[in-house]
């Protein structure tokens, strides 16, 4: 992806022509919850992402009703991913890991040029530093 908008700066940084590129389109898994490589495995047997329990603690209001419901607030940190999601576990799971990579692909875009760049249904603009997504889907 780097490369890609590395190429799209040398050959239209003067006209402009590119004005928004996507990331990725539907990623995800199908005909399972989630990835069982040994890898997966590790991080879901393993602690939530103490910067992801903290996000969903700050911002109720972002969360789905049924997201809503599964998120148990309460639990202790450190805990892991049944214990905070219950049914939904897998599903924040894969969420979670998916986007952070989607993240970590945008974010290469970030030194070369202020751009726009779309995630599915969400707009990132990319300013020296990092991409810094807009909240809004569409």
């Avoid at 148990?72 to 939904?88: I, L, P, Q, S, T």
């Avoid at 945008?106 to 807009?134: K, N």
Wanted: hydrophobic letters at 40%; one cysteine or more.
């Amino acid at each position: 992806f780097a490369k890609l908008m590395e190429h799209i700066r040398e050959v239209d940084e003067t006209e402009n022509t590119v004005i928004c590129v996507q990331v990725e389109n539907e990623t995800g898994l199908l005909g399972s919850g989630r990835e069982h490589s040994a890898l997966a495995d590790e991080k879901f047997a393993g602690a939530v992402p103490e910067e992801l329990v903290r996000w969903l603690r700050e911002h109720p209001e972002e969360l789905s009703e049924e997201l809503s419901q599964a998120f148990r607030k309460e639990a202790a940190e450190g805990a892991g991913w049944e214990m905070v999601f219950g049914d939904m576990a897998e599903e924040v799971f894969t969420a979670f890991y998916t986007a952070s990579f989607v993240n970590y692909v945008a974010a290469s875009c970030s030194v070369l040029f202020a751009f726009r760049i779309r995630g599915y249904g969400q707009t990132l603009h990319c300013h020296a530093g990092s991409p810094v997504w807009d909240g809004h889907g569409g």
